[in-house]
């Protein structure tokens, strides 16, 4: 099970054709920005049910030298999405117009990154080559994915009546078959639009003001001023001084914390000399306690009541690591479930390392496409509560709480490391699981992502929070966590409830090298 290497350039994302673009970039002398701006643009068209141009992004970008920088390309609640809005309703609904209740943030993303590299001496091609390949496919059609069919026919009954979706999504009112063409012409008209009236324009301009006048026909929480009052913001890191090296990630209002406490954690326990039970069980029960810290602390950065890298210090990581119980799992709450996101990292000849993830939270986000611009807009804001008291409590401008978390560390051993995967839930443990494998326990990299993983928490459509183990693993392994007191389920042997993984790892010698996950139609490309 080998890794793919290359000199000059790599992308890993879910799809490969999105990684195929990027590649591209690269090939043409775009740095690792301009690749994952096209890849991007062309995952959103070509993994539809899992991302898009109306959900959110987050970029972690790490250069060559200096500090690495992180963009929060989240937006937040509308203006009109207040609890008296809602008075009538018990909880936020996860799918039609009131669950479509936040700003997109993702194409604000683009814009900060691409300013970014224009500073940093790149730059070099025009948005309309960077957008190319996503406009192509969204007017003359891609073949459906497995995964995107799936997905259409086990949310057939909630989506098929949402605004647009029957429209855009289903073929003559049936769940289009693996291998279909699959065109959205008017969200290829939009990204058209985008590279004429630039990146702005979904924000402050004319496609703005044509999204502003759909959202109010529909009925969402969401105007023009919202729209224009969004921008993406750039953030400082969080970071762990992990034994094997620096990690990063990003700042609240994601779980960020939650992936580096996991491994500041297991940094106290010998995972080094760990066997297949222990692995699982001291992450397992490491990620207990980061979650404990997530539900008590994190939500929209303005309202976070203490300095969150704070938690990351080495004495109070200790003492979590002090209650692992070898022979004991510790029972524990609830976790927030699954979302569906895509993971993609990009490094490219210069040593520029970026880690993004891009999400509409749950399949097909809030179900509700956009009559003529043709965006389906993400359901981030169903992760709001209508309790006023509670933590992540529904305000106007204020931001939901975020599972991703995209990955960096650059390793004591010279090396660099992006890496990362969808799944709400899930995140935080297969990145642990990921750095864990190939950096403490000599792993090689695609072995590390292709192994068998766990997820403990929901998964898509269930109310369970055991411990689900893909059935990969021995008999001996599902016995033996039984046995510690986990309560334990098997999925399948590649499921895709563990999320959609890759990674990129920079040697000292300047090569590259990609693993992608086959649980999803990705690919590791480079040249």
């Not at 611009?373 to 309790?387: E, K, P, T």
């Amino acid at each position: 099970m080998q890794s793919n290497m290359a000199p000059s350039g790599m992308a890993v994302t879910p799809h490969h054709l999105a990684s195929e673009t990027a590649l591209s970039v690269l090939r043409h002398g775009g740095d690792a920005i301009e690749a994952m701006v096209a890849a991007a643009a062309t995952i959103a068209v070509v993994y539809p049910h899992m991302n898009g141009i109306g959900g959110d992004g987050f970029w972690l970008i790490v250069p060559p030298e200096g500090e690495p920088v992180a963009i929060d390309a989240s937006g937040a609640a509308g203006s009109l999405a207040t609890l008296e809005w809602y008075a009538d309703h018990a909880a936020i609904p996860h799918r039609g117009p009131r669950a479509a209740l936040t700003v997109p943030g993702t194409i604000s993303g683009w814009d900060e990154a691409l300013k970014l590299s224009a500073r940093w001496g790149g730059g070099r091609l025009p948005l309309s080559r960077l957008l190319a390949d996503a406009i192509r496919y969204a007017a003359d059609g891609i073949p459906v994915t497995l995964s995107q069919a799936h997905a259409t026919e086990n949310k057939y009954a909630e989506l098929v009546e949402m605004p647009g979706f029957a429209q855009t999504f289903l073929t003559r009112g049936e769940t289009p078959r693996p291998g279909s063409r699959f065109c959205q012409p008017k969200l290829a008209q939009t990204l058209t639009r985008l590279t004429t009236e630039g990146l702005e324009s979904f924000y402050r301009g004319p496609l703005a003001k044509l999204m502003a006048q759909e959202m109010a026909e529909l009925g969402m929480p969401i105007t023009y001023q919202d729209l224009a009052a969004h921008h993406a913001r750039q953030r400082v890191p969080l970071r762990l001084h992990h034994s094997h090296g620096e990690i990063y990630n990003m700042t609240p209002p994601t779980q960020g914390l939650v992936s580096l406490a996991i491994l500041g954690i297991t940094d106290h326990l010998d995972m080094a000399h760990a066997d297949e039970e222990e692995t699982v069980h001291r992450i397992v029960e490491a990620t207990k306690k980061a979650f404990a810290l997530r539900d008590k602390y994190i939500t929209d950065p303005r309202h976070v009541t203490l300095p969150v890298q704070s938690l990351l210090e080495a004495d109070k990581l200790a003492a979590l690591a002090a209650e692992v119980d070898d022979n004991r799992a510790a029972g524990w709450g609830a976790g927030k479930g699954p979302g569906d996101t895509v993971w993609m990292g990009v490094i490219d000849s210069n040593g520029m390392a970026v880690s993004f993830i891009q999400s509409i939270y749950h399949e097909f986000g809030s179900g509700v496409v956009l009559p003529q611009s043709g965006v389906l807009w993400q359901n981030r804001g169903a992760a709001f509560s209508l309790d006023p008291a509670h933590l992540l409590a529904l305000a106007p401008g204020k931001q939901p709480f975020h599972t991703l978390n995209p990955a960096a560390a650059r390793l004591a051993d010279g090396r660099t490391l992006v890496y990362g995967s969808m799944g709400g839930d899930g995140q935080p443990q297969t990145q642990a699981a990921i750095f864990t494998r190939h950096v403490i326990q000599g792993m090689g990299l695609q072995q590390a992502v292709s192994a068998p993983r766990w997820l403990l928490g929901r998964t898509w459509g269930q109310a369970s929070d055991s411990l689900k183990l893909e059935g990969r693993f021995s008999a001996q392994t599902f016995q033996r966590l039984r046995e510690l007191g986990h309560e334990v389920e098997a999925l399948p042997d590649f499921s895709e409830a563990v999320g959609h993984a890759g990674a990129i790892v920079r040697h000292t010698n300047g090569m590259l090298e990609g693993a992608f996950d086959p649980r999803s139609n990705g690919s590791a490309a480079g040249f």
